[in-house]
């Protein structure tokens, strides 16, 4: 069955970024003039996916109100006659089919994915986290649908690390396969510490899910953390090969953390220097200033 729904879980409390993310959604943090919610939304259509589900939470009203007509800006805007700032606004509430459940309790990834269950039902989807940027430049989306296109399995994305950040991520057993950047996955571990981890090739966040996720994450426990962990529920799929098992594709493009602080700075020096408009000045002062110090 084709993927044609995308789920972006953003239900999360952002403690890494407070205060900044007190009464505001880590989500809505701009990277130069956009929310970073937007770049994911933008990734999930240029990959086909106009059915979007946004797992949200209180305190995350920003994140509705950003997709929505903002009718007096519009007008202030129209009379004004800015119609590239107009234009702009209008696009982001044209951008795709988006809806809205709420994850009463963050109790962790694996309980916000299950609340899109009524939304999904029994079809494959895909989970783009909603605080995790992966370059426009590099394509990643596309080809984790080719990969459960062709296996009709759950599809998870793995970056190299360092194995001392073991302890931040969810970290793959796997074997290889035909295809250089295509792997089994055989088991999953959330956050394990750097001896205990089974590679150094790290889940980070886009996945392709079969249904099949549901019930099993229906009866995961609270697990690393505390929380209800996807990285659980995949690992049971892993371990007993069931729905097509699970297949890691690799990523060697740029990928960014905006929930993180220093992965945030630089997703924005990358997107800053990279567009036409800012790039060329900003580029200018940044080899400057590195030079000066
Ligand atoms: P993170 O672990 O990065 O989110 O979850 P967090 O808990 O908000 O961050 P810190 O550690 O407190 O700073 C990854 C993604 O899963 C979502 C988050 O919003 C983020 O997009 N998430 C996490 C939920 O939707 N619900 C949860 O209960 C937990």
């Known amino acids: ?43 999930a259509v240029n990959a086909g996916l106009h059915d979007v589900l946004m797992i949200t939470g209180r305190n995350k009203n920003a994140l509705e109100n950003h997709f929505d007509r903002a009718t007096e800006l519009e007008a202030a805007l129209e009379a004004k006659g800015d119609q590239k700032r107009l234009q702009e606004i209008i696009r982001s509430t044209q951008l795709a089919n988006i809806h809205y459940v709420r994850q009463r309790d963050p109790l962790g990834l694996g309980h916000a ?9 029994r079809e494959p989807f895909a989970v783009l986290l909603g605080d995790d940027l992966i370059d426009e430049r590099d394509s990643l989306l596309s ?38 950047d295509v792997v089994t996955v055989t088991g999953l571990v959330e956050k394990p510490t750097a001896d205990a981890a089974p590679s150094n090739l790290a889940v980070i966040g886009r996945y392709i899910l079969q249904p099949d996720v549901f019930p099993i994450l229906e009866s995961t426990q609270a697990g690393s953390g505390g929380e209800i962990q996807l990285t659980d529920a995949l690992n049971s799929l892993a371990g007993s090969g069931e729905a097509g ?20 700075l630089k997703a924005i020096v990358q997107v800053a220097t990279s567009r036409d408009d800012l790039g060329p000045d900003f580029t200018t002062w940044l080899r400057e200033f590195v030079a000066r110090d």
């Open 113 to 121: 994915v299950l609340r899109a269950q009524m939304h999904v039902g």
């Open 245 to 264: 098992g699970v297949y890691g594709v690799v990523f060697r493009g740029r990928r960014y953390d905006t929930g993180d602080r220093l992965d945030y």
């Open 1 to 43: 069955m084709p993927i044609s729904k995308a789920v972006i879980p953003a239900a999360g409390l952002g403690t890494r970024f407070l205060p900044a993310t007190k009464a505001m959604p880590k989500e809505m943090l701009p990277v130069v003039d956009k929310p970073a919610i937007q770049y994911v939304v933008e990734e």
């Open 143 to 180: 080809q984790m649908i080719e990969v459960h296109d062709a296996r009709a399995s759950s599809v998870v994305a793995l970056m190299e690390i360092e194995p001392a950040l073991s302890h931040l991520y969810g970290i793959a057993t796997v074997e290889t396969t035909e295809h250089d």
